[in-house]
Structure formats: structure tokens, C-alpha cells
């Protein structure tokens, strides 16, 4: 897949419109709530940085992925999660509070997270030529990109906050929108060869939104956690901010490769209908 002039002027505006909004739903007591279960955001957290990463990789090799649609994969790994998290969550009686805190945490930490997994990612799948130096003006610009608009929506969110909620929506659907556009020019510039993407990576996307599922679920009931920590846990590791890893992947500003967003896109869809899925099947339990 090939960037164009277009996705290069929607791209930034996008991706600071969605991560604005997400500023727009959090405060600073989505941060302090650590305090209130420490054990449940660590597990989650570990779940997330820790076991998904190489959970990710040993998946890319196993469906045998191209460097580009590897790193792409990776990039998933390495976003957080975000408002579908929470709204499955909410519909499977899990604690979306906790899922705030996890969303809010991670969205902070993904400053130096996804430049480092992807990096490292990058040296891995593409060799020492093609991996991008951790440089600090690179980790500079995440952080104005991705959290520099969570931070002004918190601002927003803290100063008028019934204004906020007015904008909530209908920045969701804004977002929404540049987002299509952005995929849909690309899809379209790349009609030819976006089939094979799709059927290369699909299988592969699958496999690791149900290990995602599984594990953030999983993970939390064996170390004791209460049933509703584990759904919240389990819907925050198992579904990533697609939108994010499309617009850092497709950014002329960061990897500028949009075969790298293909896997995002891919997941994007998929994790619809398992993450349904896995709603019911944990959702049947007591709240």
C-alpha cells in the first residue's frame, strides 16, 4: 500500500481529533484510581506490555508475514486500548472503571512504548538498516501527536465540563469519518493488491485478537482477580486502538508505511465480532 498527498493531510487531523476526544472522557481520577486496585492495573499492564509483545512476534513468524505487515502486527501489540474497550466492557458486566484507568495509564506509557516495540520490531523483521534510532526528538513527536490532544481534551474535559460531554459525540463521528476517508483512499489507490493483504494477514490477525482475549482474561482468574477485573482486563488487552496503529503506521510524520496499517485495519473489523463473542460467553456469569 502507497501513502498519498490526501491521507498525509487527513492523517494528522484525524489522529489528533480521535485522541483528543479520548481526552475528552478521562480525568485525573482515571489516574489516582490506581491507587484503589494497584494489583488489578499491574496485571493488566504486564498483560499488555509484557506477555502481548512476544505473544505478537512468535504469531508473525508462525504465519510467516511479510517484514512490513510484522511490523504492522507489532504496532497493534503495542496500542492500547480504548472507548469499544470500554463499551464491550460495560456490556459484559466488567469494571469500566478499571478499563478508564487501564485506557488512561496506557495512553500516557505509549509515549515510549510504541517507539520502542516498534523500533525493536523494525530491527528485528527489516534488519539494523531499516529500524528508525530512538531519538528524542522522535519520542517527542508521539508524544506531541498522540498525547499532546489527550492532554488538551483533559484540560477541555476539567475547565467546561459540560461542554466536553456536548463534543463527545460529535467528535466520535467526525473521527469516525476522516478515518474511513483515510482508509477508503488507500484501499482504493491499492484495489489491486489489497486482496492478498487481506488473505495473508487475516488468519493472523484472528489468532492474535483471540490470544489477546484469552490471555487478558485468563491471566487475571489465575492470579484471583474478581470476574468483572478479568472482563475488564480481557477487553482491554484483547482490543487495541486500531485507529491509533492505522494513523502512526500511515503518518508521513512517524512510519509513513501504509502496508503497516494494513494488519490494523484487518483487526479493526475482526475485533468486532469476536470481542462479541467473547462478551457473551463471559458475560453469562453473574455480575
Known amino acids: 500500500m502507497t501513502a498519498s498527498l490526501s ?4 492523517l494528522p487531523i484525524a489522529l489528533g481529533i480521535i485522541m483528543f476526544g479520548l481526552g475528552l472522557s478521562l480525568t485525573v481520577a482515571d489516574f489516582t484510581r490506581v491507587l484503589r486496585f494497584p494489583k488489578a492495573v499491574i496485571v493488566g499492564l504486564a498483560a499488555q506490555m509484557l506477555l502481548l509483545p512476544p505473544v505478537c512476534l512468535l504469531i508473525a513468524h508462525l504465519f510467516g ?7 504492522g502486527l507489532m504496532l497493534l501489540a503495542a496500542s492500547p486500548g480504548g472507548a469499544v474497550a470500554n463499551l464491550y466492557s ?7 472503571a478499571l478499563n478508564i484507568t487501564l485506557t488512561a495509564v496506557n495512553s500516557v506509557l505509549t509515549v515510549v512504548t510504541l517507539p520502542l516495540i516498534v523500533n525493536l520490531s523494525m530491527l528485528h523483521f527489516m534488519g539494523a538498516g531499516e ?6 526528538t522522535k519520542i517527542m513527536q508521539v508524544f506531541v501527536i498522540v498525547l499532546g490532544p489527550v492532554l488538551a481534551g483533559m484540560l477541555v474535559n476539567r475547565r467546561a465540563e459540560l461542554f466536553a460531554a456536548r463534543l463527545r459525540g460529535p ?5 469516525l469519518i476522516l478515518l474511513v476517508l483515510v482508509v477508503g483512499v488507500a484501499v482504493l489507490q491499492n484495489r489491486d493488491s489489497i486482496g492478498g493483504y487481506i488473505q495473508v494477514v487475516g488468519a493472523a490477525c484472528l489468532a492474535f485478537n483471540l490470544v489477546s482475549l484469552a490471555v487478558g482474561y485468563g491471566i487475571p482468574r489465575l492470579l484471583k482477580l474478581e470476574h468483572g477485573q478479568a472482563v475488564a482486563i480481557g477487553m482491554e488487552v484483547g482490543i487495541h486502538n486500531a ?31 469476536t470481542a462479541a463473542g467473547f462478551g457473551w460467553l463471559v458475560g453469562r456469569r453473574p455480575a
Open 7 to 10: 491521507t498525509s493531510l487527513l
Open 171 to 175: 467528535l466520535k463521528l467526525i473521527s
Open 243 to 273: 485507529s491509533l496503529a492505522i494513523m502512526v503506521a500511515m503518518s508521513p510524520l512517524l512510519l509513513n508505511d501504509a502496508e503497516m496499517a494494513v494488519p490494523a485495519a484487518v483487526y479493526g473489523v475482526l475485533m468486532f465480532f
Open 90 to 96: 460495560h456490556l459484559a458486566h466488567g469494571d469500566v
Open 131 to 136: 529500524a528508525l534510532p530512538l531519538q528524542f
Open 65 to 71: 508475514l511479510g517484514p512490513s505487515l510484522a511490523v
